[in-house]
């Protein structure tokens, strides 16, 4: 993974220092709370319904053991023993003291981490694939671009105050695991006709109170204009980006409402007037790409029998694999998904003590690296199989190893009213009781890949716009209740939910949940997954059997 250089390390230690003073004069009243605002946002600190939220940048979703041992650290000194992972593949705290925010921020630059841009009006954390540069399917390792990207967002000076956040996302893989068409700037690693790689460009996507699905604005880009076209893309929307109303300021909105031809022309004046300035060499590709060279992999890791053996022997091990683990590109090696949703524990959430175990266990079976997903999970992307049985009782003694991986329990969830101010309703409370209610069922598995997303307001931290069975939820005088959508997708082939009906009452929604997987199971044909059922029949037997109910 990548190693700051001098640079890198003086930037943010300069960064810390000045937050620091920052604060003191928050706190000494020399700035008003309009005032230090804009600050806080732009070192990750929110205001939240209990008190302050921390939230912590994690490029690209890699993280070391180190940098593991330090967030566990920070989790047991600063907070109350636990940290938050984000959809973003972010790190939230939820009870940091305002005054030692930047003693936080101190440690976390020990262990080459920051809080900078992880919110405010700014570009945001760039996130990709999280089994970049070991799976099957890859065209190339989308890391080196991601960090390639990270330094040139990192305090741009041109960029600091945008009409609202921005986005980007990376892929290098045929199978979308990005939700690149999703983002204000989406990125595919590509063959063009010459076999050449390069860029596929998406521009105008993204989630909250209106979900949009990216549109290529460049078919193909080669590897040197990556930023040039990035910088002319973020120039001409921080121009003609609405700033008077922030339910429109995202470019999303721009590219809706001037058109795509319109805002590829201007990006095309714009890219041709500064398209040498910030020219990628092949050198400065290839030194970043040098620090994600491939870990010394174990030579006929394949050849183990033992792992073929516990399979047959331990059958809850074998569903543990099946559900929890991926192809790697390496013989003998599998990536490792851990599992953060048990059915009582927060979607995302992991203790201190987890967070220990989980840098240890990186360091024994993984190269020392840890990846978050966006659907709130991580993962140890470089498991021998013959290691894979002492890695899952690890797991299992820890409370990481439930064997959900892509099914209806596997659920993103926002914090919700538990501790968001912008919440109208409950999220973690609604999730756990469709996990109990699932947990029991004997065919959970057998029901293939589902994707249940919950958030408790229309921002949609949780993507619920695009979750197979999306939930929002909605305020009704008072009352918790939730809205439906059936069919979403953040793949490949990008959708948006459709609307099953009326909003459902907050004791009512764990039984819809659970009349709709009922109709899957009548309707599917065969092997027939619950996203294909829903696009082949449509919402109406779905809502049928819904709302008889209710």
Same mark, same amino acid.
């Not at 973003?88 to 101190?106: C, F, G, M, S, T």
């Not at 540069?133 to 040139?152: L, T």
């Given at each position: 993974?990548?190693?700051?250089?001098?640079?890198?390390?003086?930037?943010?230690?300069?960064?810390?220092?000045?937050?620091? =003073?920052?604060?003191?004069?928050?706190?000494?009243?020399?700035?008003? %709370?309009?005032?230090?605002?804009?600050?806080?946002?732009? $070192?990750?600190?929110?205001?939240?319904?209990?008190?302050?939220?921390?939230?912590?940048?994690?490029?690209?979703?890699?993280?070391?053991?180190?940098?593991?041992?330090?967030?566990?650290?920070?989790?047991?000194?600063?907070?109350?023993?636990?940290?938050?992972?984000?959809?973003?593949?972010? @790190?939230?705290?939820?009870?940091?003291?305002?005054?030692?925010?930047?003693?936080?921020?101190?440690?976390?630059?020990?262990?080459?981490?920051?809080?900078?841009?992880?919110?405010?009006?700014?570009?945001?954390?760039?996130?990709?694939?999280?089994?970049? %540069?070991?799976?099957?399917?890859?065209? #190339?390792?989308?890391?080196?671009?991601? #960090?390639?990207?990270? *330094?040139?967002?990192?305090?741009?000076?041109?960029?600091?105050?945008?009409?609202r956040k921005f986005k980007i996302a990376v892929s290098g893989a045929l199978h979308d695991r990005a939700a690149t068409q999703f983002h204000d700037i989406g990125l595919h690693l590509v063959k063009n006709d010459a076999g050449e790689v390069g860029f596929k460009v998406f521009? !105008?996507?993204?989630?909250?109170?209106?979900?949009?699905?990216?549109?290529?604005?460049?078919?193909?880009?080669?590897?040197?204009?990556?930023?040039s076209y990035l910088e002319a893309i973020v120039r001409i929307y921080n121009l003609f980006g609405r700033r008077d109303n922030k339910y429109k300021a995202r470019i999303k909105i721009l590219v809706k409402e001037e058109g795509l031809e319109k805002i590829t022309e201007l990006?095309? *004046? /714009?890219?041709?007037? $500064?398209?040498?300035?910030?020219?990628?060499?092949?050198?400065?590709?290839?030194?970043?790409?040098?620090?994600?060279?491939?870990?010394?992999?174990?030579?006929?890791?394949?050849?183990?029998?033992?792992?073929?053996?516990?399979?047959?022997?331990?059958?809850?091990?074998?569903?543990?694999?099946?559900?929890?683990?991926?192809?790697?590109?390496?013989? !003998?090696?599998?990536?490792?998904?851990?599992?953060?949703?048990?059915?009582?524990?927060?979607?995302?959430?992991?203790?201190?003590?987890?967070?220990?175990? &989980?840098?240890?266990?990186?360091?024994?079976?993984?190269?020392?690296?840890?990846?978050?997903?966006?659907?709130?999970?991580?993962?140890?992307?470089?498991?021998?199989?013959?290691?894979?049985?002492?890695?899952?009782?690890?797991?299992?003694?820890?409370?990481?190893?439930?064997?959900?991986?892509?099914?209806?329990?596997?659920?993103?969830?926002?914090?919700?009213?538990?501790?968001? +101010?912008?919440?109208?309703?409950?999220?973690? =409370?609604?999730?756990? /009781? @469709?996990?109990?209610?699932?947990?029991?069922?004997?065919?959970?598995?057998?029901?293939?890949?589902?994707?249940? $997303?919950?958030?408790?307001?229309? $921002?949609?931290?949780?993507?619920?716009?695009?979750?197979?069975? =999306?939930?929002? !939820?909605?305020?009704?005088?008072? /009352?918790?209740?939730?809205?439906?959508?059936? %069919?979403?997708?953040?793949?490949?082939?990008?959708?948006? %939910?459709?609307?099953?009906?009326?909003?459902?009452?907050?004791?009512?929604?764990?039984?819809? &949940?659970?009349?709709?997987?009922?109709?899957?199971?009548?309707?599917?044909?065969?092997?027939? +997954?619950?996203?294909?059922?829903?696009?082949?029949?449509?919402?109406?037997?779905?809502?049928? *059997?819904?709302?008889?109910?209710?």
């Amino acid at each position: 993974m990548y190693q700051y250089t001098q640079d890198d390390q003086t930037l943010i230690d300069e960064r810390v220092a000045q937050f620091r =003073g920052q604060t003191e004069r928050f706190l000494k009243g020399e700035l008003d %709370g309009d005032q230090f605002r804009a600050l806080r946002l732009m $070192n990750g600190l929110y205001i939240q319904t209990h008190a302050p939220m921390l939230r912590v940048a994690g490029p690209y979703g890699l993280l070391s053991s180190r940098q593991l041992r330090k967030l566990a650290e920070i989790a047991r000194k600063y907070d109350k023993g636990y940290c938050h992972f984000t959809t973003r593949q972010n @790190i939230q705290y939820n009870w940091p003291k305002l005054e030692e925010v930047p003693d936080i921020l101190a440690e976390l630059a020990e262990v080459q981490m920051h809080a900078i841009q992880t919110s405010g009006n700014c570009m945001r954390n760039t996130t990709t694939d999280p089994l970049s %540069g070991v799976c099957k399917d890859e065209i #190339e390792d989308p890391r080196p671009y991601c #960090e390639i990207i990270r *330094q040139w967002t990192t305090l741009h000076p041109e960029f600091a105050f945008l009409p609202r956040k921005f986005k980007i996302a990376v892929s290098g893989a045929l199978h979308d695991r990005a939700a690149t068409q999703f983002h204000d700037i989406g990125l595919h690693l590509v063959k063009n006709d010459a076999g050449e790689v390069g860029f596929k460009v998406f521009v !105008g996507g993204g989630l909250g109170r209106t979900p949009v699905i990216g549109q290529v604005i460049r078919p193909f880009l080669e590897k040197k204009h990556l930023l040039s076209y990035l910088e002319a893309i973020v120039r001409i929307y921080n121009l003609f980006g609405r700033r008077d109303n922030k339910y429109k300021a995202r470019i999303k909105i721009l590219v809706k409402e001037e058109g795509l031809e319109k805002i590829t022309e201007l990006v095309e *004046q /714009e890219w041709q007037l $500064n398209k040498s300035s910030l020219e990628l060499s092949k050198e400065r590709i290839e030194f970043i790409k040098a620090q994600f060279a491939p870990p010394a992999y174990e030579t006929g890791a394949d050849l183990d029998c033992s792992f073929n053996d516990r399979l047959q022997d331990n059958p809850t091990f074998a569903t543990w694999v099946r559900q929890n683990t991926a192809d790697h590109r390496v013989p !003998g090696y599998r990536a490792a998904f851990i599992s953060l949703k048990a059915p009582d524990t927060p979607p995302g959430d992991i203790t201190d003590t987890q967070l220990d175990l &989980v840098a240890d266990l990186a360091d024994h079976f993984s190269f020392g690296e840890v990846r978050s997903t966006h659907r709130q999970n991580l993962i140890l992307t470089d498991v021998k199989q013959a290691d894979l049985f002492t890695l899952w009782q690890e797991l299992v003694a820890a409370n990481l190893a439930t064997p959900n991986i892509g099914t209806a329990t596997d659920i993103i969830c926002c914090p919700g009213l538990d501790f968001c +101010s912008l919440a109208n309703a409950g999220s973690i =409370g609604i999730t756990r /009781e @469709i996990n109990q209610a699932l947990d029991d069922l004997d065919y959970l598995h057998d029901l293939g890949d589902i994707k249940i $997303n919950i958030s408790g307001c229309m $921002n949609g931290c949780a993507h619920q716009s695009v979750g197979h069975i =999306g939930i929002l !939820g909605v305020d009704k005088k008072g /009352e918790e209740w939730y809205q439906i959508t059936l %069919g979403g997708s953040s793949e490949n082939e990008a959708a948006i %939910g459709e609307r099953l009906g009326p909003a459902v009452a907050k004791d009512q929604i764990t039984r819809a &949940v659970q009349d709709i997987l009922d109709v899957y199971i009548k309707q599917r044909q065969e092997d027939e +997954s619950f996203l294909t059922t829903v696009n082949r029949v449509g919402i109406t037997p779905f809502k049928e *059997q819904v709302y008889a109910n209710h």
